[in-house]
């Protein structure tokens, strides 16, 4: 009896030290788990950080067009989609396209020439030439920095043997021979200003007399409180045209040092010093605008013997 009693104790001691041994066991393995959950945790954090800072150097601005802060440029991808992209971006795209080709009505006749600064993806020279198809010696020239563009245009443009693609910088453009009208849209927004003024001396002393500039541009308001008003009523319009507000301020980033506004009275004070003395406003929408300057007699600013350039509010 105290033989089978010593048994049942130490076979219990045992059993609690056997349950010990498990527990602890156990203990370790949950520790080492644990452990090794959270080294795996870290490691994809840290790929989620390194991921983001990678992502961070190129911002989503449309479905598949991506921009480094600052450094918007006319890409491949902006190529292939910007007739989307600007539609999306632009008020009114189509309508200035449609006003574009019918105020040409007035400034081309047979032999005349036209030239397009910025000309992107050719949208305003095919409906020009469609325009003025059944003209006779219709000369059609688009000037633009982007190969990927001039790429594009190329490709739809391909039915006009009377328009010529050039793969150019503007500010190294000679001339603007026998211009009878110059089509600026959307484009000097993205020179300097100094290069603006050159441009414009360039553009009233080749064109004809009677002949005309359109310059269609984003502008600042003349006011702060109309600037917050007309920004957020734009990226509005950008929202309801499917774009997101990541997008939306991505874009914005993207072009911080590169585009660079000028306010209404500023553009038409700067037409005026080229050489313009009847000009008009024929678009306003919030920030953007559309001036047709006229020449109405002959000059040349570059032999000017006044050759300031106007101030510029700061």
Request: proline content about 2%; some cysteine.
């Amino acid at each position: 009896m105290e033989k089978t009693t010593a048994m049942i104790k130490i076979s219990g001691l045992r059993t609690k030290e056997n349950n010990t041994k498990n527990k602890t066991r156990k203990q370790e393995f949950s520790h080492d788990t644990s452990l090794q959950f959270s080294h795996l945790r870290v490691k994809f954090l840290s790929e989620i950080c390194l991921r983001t800072m990678t992502e961070d150097k190129s911002h989503l601005v449309d479905d598949i067009i991506t921009a480094v802060p600052g450094e918007w440029r006319f890409d491949k991808k902006v190529a292939q989609s910007f007739d989307t992209h600007v539609r999306k971006s632009v008020p009114f795209y189509d309508e200035i396209q449609h006003l574009i080709v019918d105020m040409s009505e007035f400034f081309v006749r047979d032999n005349s020439s036209i030239f397009d600064i910025g000309a992107s993806t050719g949208e305003t020279l095919y409906h020009l030439a469609n325009k003025h198809r059944q003209k006779k010696n219709i000369r059609l020239v688009g000037i633009e920095q982007s190969i990927r563009m001039v790429e594009e245009a190329g490709t739809k443009l391909k039915d006009f043997p009377n328009i010529r693609l050039l793969h150019q910088n503007v500010q190294e453009f000679a001339r603007f021979d026998q211009a009878d009208l110059v089509l600026a849209l959307y484009t000097l927004q993205f020179l300097n200003l100094e290069d603006r003024y050159d441009l414009l001396a360039k553009i009233f002393r080749d064109l004809r007399v009677g002949g005309a500039f359109l310059l269609v541009e984003k502008v600042h308001a003349e006011s702060a409180q109309a600037e917050d008003m007309w920004n957020e009523l734009h990226w509005d319009f950008k929202s309801r045209s499917g774009l997101s507000d990541e997008m939306i301020l991505a874009k914005s980033r993207s072009l911080r040092g590169v585009l660079s506004p000028m306010t209404v009275t500023e553009n038409i004070r700067m037409l005026e010093w080229a050489g313009f003395k009847r000009t008009d406003v024929f678009f306003k929408w919030l920030n953007w605008i559309g001036i047709v300057a006229i020449k109405t007699e002959p000059g040349n600013p570059l032999n000017s013997e006044d050759e300031s350039l106007p101030e510029m509010s700061k």
